[in-house]
């Protein structure tokens, strides 16, 4: 059975930022601790789990009172084409759209932009490259109430 919920306790919290930083961080060199930043105090955190095993994050934070962004999506390399990523961004999504947001921005790795295109977003361009290795692609999508 699939669940999606926000972490609470602190091994579901352990869990999360493993997931976040073995996908998004290590792959590039990365300690641990860069999988983290400060807008993790204030953001919506959203752990997907399949009969209780993690397989994908993502993290919503507030821009200003119309837009919000979708941070950090990272799906277990294992499970990845599996819907897991779809299902994820549908609950972050959703969850912007009862917080009464009309815009979701986010910034793309060039290889993430064909699964992003597939669920509704626009590319406007290049935005910034992590760790100026990386190159990023914002896009967004206009979210219907």
């Not at 972050?92 to 060039?110: M, S, T, W």
């Amino acid at each position: 059975m699939i669940t999606i919920t926000h972490p609470q306790t602190q091994a579901e919290w352990d869990a999360y930022y493993d997931l976040r930083y073995r996908i998004l961080r290590e792959p590039l060199g990365k300690e641990r601790g860069t999988e983290r930043n400060e807008g993790d105090e204030t953001a919506v955190h959203f752990a997907l789990s399949e009969n209780g095993k993690l397989l994908a994050v993502a993290r919503l934070d507030r821009v200003d009172d119309t837009v919000c962004q979708a941070r950090f999506v990272a799906v277990e390399s294992t499970t990845q084409g599996k819907g897991y990523g779809k299902q994820i961004m549908t609950a972050l999504e959703n969850e912007a759209v009862q917080l009464g947001y009309g815009k979701l921005i986010l910034h793309a790795r060039d290889y993430a932009l064909p699964f992003y295109e597939k669920l509704g977003y626009t590319l406007v361009g290049p935005s910034y490259k992590l760790f100026d290795v990386l190159q990023h692609f914002e896009m967004f999508k206009v979210l219907t109430h």
